[in-house]
């Protein structure tokens, strides 16, 4: 493992979403941060695929594909979002709350999130590092289940694009498609692309320490989402954007894992 290869990498992610900060403070929206976030991890996922030593090729070529097809969409589609809004409201709130020092608290919470970034490229990292020949059954199951998540969260996306455009008349909350089984399909499909590399750092049984550090990322991402900054803030903007509407969504349907909707439940 190569402390060098890391070092300049965490130096790298700190520098990008600095300059993520640099690019809300001179336009006002926050949602570039995230976009910029998408890409800046993707970049740092691929960085240390190519400039990493050790591992199988084959492997380290199937890790790189999956790196860049999730960056370009996630990031295409947040930078596209971005383009369309004036602000991201759960950026909005916190620096509404931070109020005078809210510039040096938004970045000082952007250089947690590159923490946070980095602690995800280890994970790709580790996986890659397996030094089992490819491909392993785990490898295949890693791509399916990466493939999936890939798909899934475009899918929510492009469904939840689709419902605010078209606005469907007596609807408030988006109940179509993936949302109708989870209150938060695109959250749930990307907490599942993190559980790939687990999967394939296990693949051939070889080395047990690549496995425990690519946990790190299913692990850490299903509690940033649930508990941190994603379920709770937005789902805090829904209630008092949406009311008595979303209210009743939310007891309707699982928050994130998918599942059948409860009966009994008023519609949204």
Known sequence: MSITLLVLVFIFICAGMTGAWAVQRMTGNSGWIDAIWSALTGLAGLAVIVFSEGGDPARKWLAGVLVGLWAARLAGHIFSRSTKIKDDPRYAKLMEEWGENASFRLWWFLMIQAFATFVLTLSIYAAILN??????VLDWVALAIAIIAIAGEGTADWQLTRFKREKPEGKKVC????????????????WLWWCAWPCMALAGFEAILPVLVSLLAPIMMYWLLNHVSGIPFLEKHMEESRGDAFRAYKARVNAFFPGPPKSGHGES
Request: proline share 14%.
């Open 175 to 190: 109940d179509i498609g993936l949302w109708g089984y989870s209150r938060h399909p695109n959250y749930f499909f990307e």
């Open 131 to 136: 030094p089992a020949p490819f491909a392993g």
